[in-house]
């Protein structure tokens, strides 16, 4: 099976490459600014460049994962307008171009599978609007894709809550730490790990009939 993943230098991007490479898939992983070390096929493709994405045609996709993510961590009345631009194009903007040119020429096996790594984010909204825009933007895709390109392709949207070790939750103070756990009913943050895995089994003969989800992945909040 082949696997294609755009953000595989995020840490959900690095995870899921090291999972797939335990499972002996073919990987093809995208990045931006930083080559590392892995046996997947790494191609070097910068989300803000149409002409870069034009050109990115992987062959026979199994699984494509979105999972780049901009996050400038700024509300409405801080931001730079470029700022606003960029963390559209990165995390919407890209993807429907990947998307469009994908389908155009014919890198999908017939079926595959398409997941969205979005955010809590996309369904309570943010502090920070603009990647709160972006990423709810994902449910829409998969709504559409789901709706319009089944059977040939499925999409699903997993949004999880704060993700342990993640660079946002490392960023955060203790206190904000424990305050996400606390509002978790839970009581406890989904890992890197556990996120990685999950996305990987959605491909699972069990999920052939998960089509249009949105899987909110954060201990019960909007229970």
Same mark, same amino acid.
């Given at each position: 099976?082949?696997?294609?993943?755009? $953000? $595989?230098?995020?840490?959900?991007?690095?995870?899921?490459? &090291?999972?797939?490479?335990?499972? #002996?898939?073919?990987?093809?992983?995208? %990045?931006?600014?930083?080559?590392?070390? !892995?046996?997947?096929?790494?191609?070097?493709?910068?989300?803000?460049?149409?002409?870069?994405?034009?050109?990115?045609?992987?062959?026979?996709? #199994?699984?494509?994962?979105?999972?780049?993510?901009?996050?400038? $961590?700024?509300?409405?009345?801080? %931001?730079?307008?470029? !700022?606003?631009?960029?963390?559209?194009?990165?995390?919407?903007?890209? !993807? @429907?171009? *990947?998307?469009?040119?994908?389908?155009?020429?014919?890198?999908?096996?017939?079926?595959?599978?398409?997941?969205?790594?979005?955010?809590?984010?996309?369904?309570?909204?943010?502090?920070?609007?603009? %990647?709160?825009?972006?990423?709810? +933007?994902?449910?829409?895709?998969?709504?559409?894709?789901?709706?319009?390109?089944?059977? &040939?392709?499925?999409?699903?949207? *997993?949004?999880?809550?704060?993700?342990?070790?993640? +660079?946002? %939750?490392?960023?955060?103070?203790?206190?904000?730490?424990? &305050?996400?756990?606390?509002?978790?009913?839970?009581?406890?943050?989904?890992?890197?790990? #556990? @996120?990685?895995?999950?996305?990987?089994?959605?491909?699972?003969?069990?999920?052939?009939?998960?089509? +249009?989800?949105?899987?909110?992945?954060?201990? +019960? &909040?909007?229970?």
């Amino acid at each position: 099976m082949s696997i294609c993943i755009i $953000g $595989g230098s995020s840490s959900v991007g690095h995870e899921l490459i &090291r999972q797939a490479e335990k499972l #002996h898939e073919t990987i093809i992983a995208t %990045y931006h600014q930083k080559h590392f070390n !892995t046996q997947a096929e790494l191609v070097h493709l910068n989300l803000l460049n149409t002409d870069q994405i034009r050109t990115f045609q992987p062959q026979n996709v #199994h699984h494509l994962i979105f999972a780049q993510g901009l996050l400038p $961590g700024k509300t409405l009345g801080e %931001y730079e307008h470029k !700022t606003i631009e960029e963390t559209i194009a990165i995390n919407l903007t890209s !993807t @429907l171009q *990947i998307l469009n040119n994908l389908i155009i020429n014919q890198c999908f096996v017939n079926p595959a599978l398409i997941t969205f790594v979005a955010s809590i984010a996309a369904v309570q909204g943010s502090y920070d609007t603009a %990647y709160a825009t972006s990423k709810s +933007g994902h449910i829409g895709c998969a709504m559409s894709i789901a709706k319009h390109h089944a059977p &040939r392709l499925r999409a699903n949207v *997993i949004c999880p809550g704060l993700i342990k070790d993640s +660079g946002m %939750y490392n960023s955060m103070s203790i206190d904000d730490q424990m &305050r996400h756990i606390d509002q978790t009913p839970t009581k406890q943050l989904t890992t890197v790990e #556990h @996120l990685a895995e999950i996305i990987l089994k959605l491909d699972n003969e069990c999920f052939s009939n998960l089509n +249009g989800a949105v899987i909110n992945l954060n201990g +019960g &909040r909007f229970a």
